[in-house]
């Protein structure tokens, strides 16, 4: 609400009670206590009102007709002030979030290569922390208000659609066409896969990472899209392995995702027609202080530590421990 709107309301609002306790006083006092305190709220009541029925039979009682006058041009004013005070929040705040969904939908419609998260159950708050962390543009769908409210509390800038996740017309509002992935997310199987199938039918380049709680589903969904099939159980039982035999690894894997000052990662820097013909030396990925090569990705073959004569192509990947900015001039370079 804004400052001003919510002081006038105030103000507006405790005119209103004095006038009631001044209307209700008066009459009170004019009876000479002959008609109950209730009674005398009512009059005041109904004529700030202007509903105008007697109650109290004003003809009895000297000076009842002349204090009605001054409570009735009073009170009417200030009632008036505060109704148009309430209405004008009421409007204020619905114009205020029309404009706001507004200005996000335009901004979303500009995005390029964003991600799409689908549902926002347990696990995709993480998804879309860790976008954010490393400066990748993002917007959430979910039907629900509640988690929406949820999401902005903790996430005031971040971008979504209200909506079906399953509608290519929602779909299409958080720019699929335009995305680079999408996350389906939502703790039910079908409606990931469906998801996924709509996903892939608008822009068949989109890459789909899907959850899968059920491992009997897994082959359904990838046949609906889905790229990549992340499976909580098995996620799950991996990391109390890797636990138990490498201890330090994980520990260090997680100091790593949790300092926020320079929210260094392992990410994978994909190779284009631009670098065709360079080698890893001319890359100049030792300038980068916070960057350490680990790895090429060929076709799927790993090549550990390459030397600064090997040519990279086009389809490759670096495998790469870097910062979020530093992995933005990598990826310009």
């Not at 200030?78 to 009421?90: D, E, K, M, N, R």
């Not at 699929?176 to 469906?194: H, R």
């Not at 990549?228 to 039982?237: A, E, H, L, Q």
């Amino acid at each position: 609400m804004d400052s001003t709107l919510g002081k006038r309301l105030l103000q507006a609002g405790g005119a209103l009670l004095i006038i009631l306790l001044i209307g209700t006083t008066g009459y009170f006092l004019i009876t000479k206590g002959q008609i109950d305190i209730f009674t005398c709220l009512y009059m005041t009541v109904v004529t700030i009102t202007t509903i105008g029925y007697e109650i109290i039979n004003l003809e009895q009682y000297e000076g009842a007709r002349a204090f009605t006058m001054f409570l009735a041009f009073a009170g009417i004013g200030l009632l008036t002030y505060f109704v148009s005070t309430i209405s004008a929040i009421i409007i204020e705040g619905h114009l205020r979030e029309s404009y706001k969904k507004r200005k996000m939908e335009k901004t979303i419609t500009r995005l390029h290569d964003h991600y799409i998260v689908c549902g926002v159950g347990k696990h995709a708050m993480h998804i879309i922390d860790e976008l954010i962390a490393t400066e990748r543009h993002c917007v959430f769908i979910e039907i629900d208000p509640v988690i929406i409210k949820e999401v902005r509390k903790k996430f005031p800038m971040q971008l979504y659609i209200e909506g079906d996740s399953t509608s290519d017309e929602v779909l299409t509002k958080a720019g699929v066409q335009n995305a680079k992935g999408l996350f389906a997310s939502t703790m039910d199987d079908n409606l990931n896969l469906v998801i996924s199938l709509s996903a892939k039918r608008l822009n068949p380049k989109i890459k789909i990472v899907s959850l899968c709680l059920n491992h009997s589903n897994q082959e359904k969904l990838k046949i609906a899209g889905a790229d990549t099939i992340v499976s909580p159980n098995y996620i799950g039982g991996l990391r109390m392995a890797s636990e138990m035999l490498r201890p330090g690894v994980t520990t260090f894997l997680d100091v790593m995702l949790r300092d926020k000052d320079k929210n260094i990662r392992i990410e994978q820097i994909d190779i284009t027609e631009e670098h065709k013909g360079k080698t890893i030396g001319q890359l100049k990925i030792d300038d980068l202080k916070d960057t350490l090569l680990l790895g090429v990705n060929s076709n799927g073959d790993f090549l550990f530590k390459p030397q600064d004569s090997y040519e990279v192509t086009p389809g490759d990947s670096l495998i790469v421990m870097t910062s979020p900015e530093e992995r933005i001039k990598l990826e310009d370079n």
